[in-house]
């Protein structure tokens, strides 16, 4: 990802505690195109992880929100990520329908959140959401990657499953 010409380093983050890592965050250019053709250049961020046993204590809220001055800073007005809505609501996050952004189907999924960095930036009209090329991860890499790591059992989380259905569920 940090060599794909979409990443953008001065928004990769981590969050210490007491001189350990426990979190990160990173973000990549996305797109919106209307109706009429016009291109919007956005952000999406992922991975956004914290260590599991700091997870629910508030720091990937903490590293989120600092993580949006910065795109801030840096000219950035729109975030577009595919998340549990549960977990980043309280960060800002909308229905992507309330900003009547969808997919290249004209979709819109229950699990695309859309942030506004600045107010109203976004004018109602219909957008449609395009992620960076680095997003689709090929299957056949991932596992040749996953080979050389040590061997662990591997686990279905709820979550899992939470993320799945949102994922395929769609707001009319």
Known sequence: MRGHKDFIPELDFVIELDGRVIGNIMYTKARLVDE??????????GPVSIAPEFQRKGYGKKLIEYSFEQAATLGYDVVVIFGSPANYVSCGFKSCKKYNICMENGKYPAAMLVKELVPNVLDGRKWFYYESPVMAVNAEEAQKYDDTLEKIEKKHLPSQEEFYIMSHSFVE
Not at 36 to 45: D, H, V
């Open 36 to 45: 009429s053709g016009e291109e919007k250049e956005i952000l999406t961020f």
